[in-house]
């Protein structure tokens, strides 16, 4: 019980930090703080999207298709608000985009839940690959290669001095909510199933549970949250076009999870802290940044398989044979 109030205090500091952060950068470092919160827009947003893949994966689900229902929500949002003006709320346009891309996440899954492994993890690349002809070739409604420009922000940011500090906290809220629904799923006893499941599927099916009424579960739950996060992107980028949601955001999702850690909540999270800043400073050497970026995740994979959250673990177990 102790244990849990000392992580629980931990967290608890760690979002008043947060939520103070602007306010002592504004008034300590001014001409920073707009740097500073663009990274840390990218590592809520980030953070949340390795959360919605996390419990894909404790289900032992891998999807490579991570980046198409971020790109559902993303033009969900930019046809419901800039292309043809029908919903004036923007926060309906991120609801109706993840709707929408949890409807598509239940279609795909109904006929892919079944495969395991490497085939499901096809199959999601393959309906991510599919979609981005679709944004390409279409102009009515996805605005073709150009895509869809002038998304409106959220109107509470007015409250805001500027929109890097309302998207901040706009992100932050996000990363939070997604992270406090994964915490308590994860503690329960769907959760726990989930887990079972991840482990091993067939032994869980024989235990009487319906595996693939759970992964399916899993899926839409974790496209659900995407797409609604989709929706804050393309708000706060106040424009979506095909060359956004590539095959290779759907592959950072991925990495951010191996490079984190995969068996506690916490992996995704430093993932996502790690990977973004490492990408954001190597951002100046322009193409040699994939070079050295691609190294780092192929050293922390084969240094530490069980990603960066194992380390502590392993270095006192070296301090302890010397």
């Not at 869809?148 to 500090?165: D, H, M, Q, V, Y």
């Not at 308590?184 to 199933?193: P, V």
């Not at 991840?198 to 899993?218: M, S, W």
């Not at 995969?262 to 802290?273: C, E, S």
Request: with cysteine.
């Amino acid at each position: 019980m102790s244990d849990q109030k000392f992580k629980m205090g931990i967290f608890l500091v760690m979002g008043i930090l947060l939520v103070v952060l602007p306010f002592a950068a504004k008034a300590l470092i001014p001409a920073k703080w707009e740097l500073i919160a663009h990274i840390f827009i990218k590592i809520f947003l980030n953070m949340a999207f390795g959360l919605c893949l996390w419990i894909m994966l404790q289900a032992g689900m891998l999807s490579l298709g991570q980046g198409a229902f971020i790109a559902i929500g993303a033009y969900c949002t930019g046809i419901f608000t800039a292309t043809y003006q029908l919903i004036s709320n923007i926060w309906l346009a991120y609801f109706i985009g993840a709707l929408l891309s949890a409807l598509l996440a239940f279609l795909l899954g109904l006929i892919t839940i079944h495969l395991r492994r490497i085939f499901f993890l096809l199959v999601t690349w393959a309906f991510g690959e599919m979609l981005h002809p679709v944004f390409t070739s279409f102009q009515i409604p996805f605005g073709g290669a150009a895509g869809i420009t002038n998304i409106a922000a959220p109107r509470e940011l007015a409250f805001f001095p500027n929109p890097w500090t309302g998207y901040y906290f706009v992100t932050l809220a996000y990363a939070f909510v997604v992270f406090l629904m994964i915490f308590r799923l994860s503690r329960s006893k769907i959760g726990l199933i989930y887990k079972s499941i991840g482990q091993n599927d067939v032994l869980t099916n024989f235990c009487g549970l319906y595996v693939r009424r759970y992964k399916l579960q899993a899926f839409v739950l974790g496209c659900f949250l995407t797409g609604f996060g989709g929706g804050i992107m393309a708000s706060y980028l106040t424009a979506v076009s095909p060359e956004t949601f590539t095959f290779f955001m759907s592959l950072d999702i991925i990495m951010l999870n191996l490079t984190g850690g995969v068996g506690i909540l916490l992996g995704p999270i430093i993932g996502a802290i790690v990977l973004t800043g490492i990408n954001e400073f190597l951002f100046a050497i322009g193409y040699y940044k994939m070079i050295v970026y691609g190294l780092i995740i192929v050293l922390v994979i084969r240094l530490l398989p069980g990603g960066l959250v194992s380390m502590p673990h392993l270095l006192v177990k070296a301090l302890r044979r010397i």
